[in-house]
């Protein structure tokens, strides 16, 4: 795959992994980074009682699988098997976890010049107008995706695509 960008291999060891407002010490494995598609796959490991404030990212989507222990998202807890997409600009969160998990992490944004892409919801207004709800947007989790205050026809049309796709996922039997 000379010339693709693509960067591939062994999964490297655990290492610290600093977020902002995070408490615990989160650790994440990267997998595979392709910096020409700007995706990136990574394990990342939630301490037991860790917690990662609500947030949103300005550059891309991001999906989680929880391969083992418990992750709690905007107080729903989620065992493993758990699949979870959030789009671009949406606040989700906050994640934590009460034992310790492993969440498998696609990202289809690439840090530019190393900052990595985390807006703390609280205080900050994200690209889609979603505001600081705390809500996920989560479409395959069917949950709710709120703007806070207005209620404008934009986001009234993503609460209801959001909807629409979460019944295609579980008329496909994805959920």
């Known amino acids: 795959m000379a010339g693709s960008g693509l960067r591939m291999g062994q999964a490297g060891e655990a290492v610290p992994f600093e977020i902002p407002g995070a408490t615990g010490d989160f650790r994440i494995q990267i997998l595979n980074e392709d910096g020409a598609k700007g995706v990136v796959t990574s394990i990342v490991h939630l301490p037991a009682g860790g917690k990662i404030p609500a947030h949103f990212h300005d550059a891309g989507e ?22 979870l997409t959030h789009a671009k600009g949406v606040v989700h969160g906050p994640h934590e976890s009460k034992g310790g998990a492993r969440v498998l992490t696609v990202q289809s944004w690439q840090s530019e010049g190393g900052a990595f892409d985390f807006r703390p919801a609280e205080g900050q207004e994200p690209a889609g107008g979603q505001g600081g709800s705390g809500n996920s947007g989560d479409a395959l989790r069917g949950s709710p995706g709120g703007a806070s205050g207005g209620g404008s026809n934009t986001s009234q049309v993503d609460a209801e695509s959001q909807e629409e796709a979460a019944r295609d996922h579980r008329n496909k039997g994805y959920s």
């Open 62 to 83: 991001e999906m989680h699988y929880v391969l083992e222990g418990d992750l709690i998202d905007a107080g729903e807890t989620l065992g493993v098997g758990a699949f």
